[in-house]
């Protein structure tokens, strides 16, 4: 069953996996419980409903690993900087899809519910980029640097994306941050209408993204708008081999199936 809105847009999932990642090389063929790490990503988005959910990889193992588990591949350059450039030429060799999900390939419990609630933003035809956004609940998360953070205005668009906490909460000390002000946490999954997905590529690094080294910057320096819809639901990424070893016994139990 394709996942189709009023509009009956035709929806593209699409999965990033490279094999030459700096800190887990191979990362998308790990075990976990018995399944590839791209293996539980595909399964997971397959239960959103997509129109149709496809990996994009540089690499034939990768390749062989779909075609082994009865997924559906597509070959990319290995010269892409990012996720969003790969799927840019996946939907160029696949037209006909008027959006386009990224799916990180290191979420490998990823709810399909945040992509549903993700497709939902599209609903409105004035949407042409979205994310995911959730509450901050800890000082932890506030101030590790390694946690994009995101402002929204009234619209429900991003504003801005940082690595700092962001706005500075002034005459209050940090360890009160949290009771004077709602923060938000990005979730690093993206929609593109497909034109969009098309533009946004073509766009040189821009000094904000330089900067922080977040690719979302470039786009709101270009004057794109990114819509936010609020998840609740937490996501694990595995960017180390020490966060696979942090994934405890319960959670494999969870995903055996």
Known sequence: MENKNEQNLKILGVIPARYASTRFPGKPLVDIAGKTMIQRVFEQAKKANLSRVVVATDDERIAEEVVKFGGDFVMTSPIHQSGTDRCAEVVQKLPGF????????????????QIALLCSCFANKEVKLATLIKKIKDSEELFNNNIPKVLVNTNAEAVYFSRHP???IRNTEKENWLNAYQFYKHIGIYGYQTATLLEITKLKPSSLE?????????????????????????????????DLKKINAKTFENFKS
Not at 98 to 113: A, H, K, L, T, Y
């Open 98 to 113: 008027d959006i386009v999900i990224n799916i990180q390939g290191d979420e490998p419990f990823i709810d399909p519910e």
């Open 166 to 168: 962001i706005p500075f």
């Open 210 to 242: 330089l900067a922080e080294s977040l690719e979302q910057l470039r786009w709101i320096e270009n004057g794109f708008k990114i819509n936010t819809k609020i998840t609740e639901v937490e996501t694990l990424s595995i960017d180390t081999p020490e």
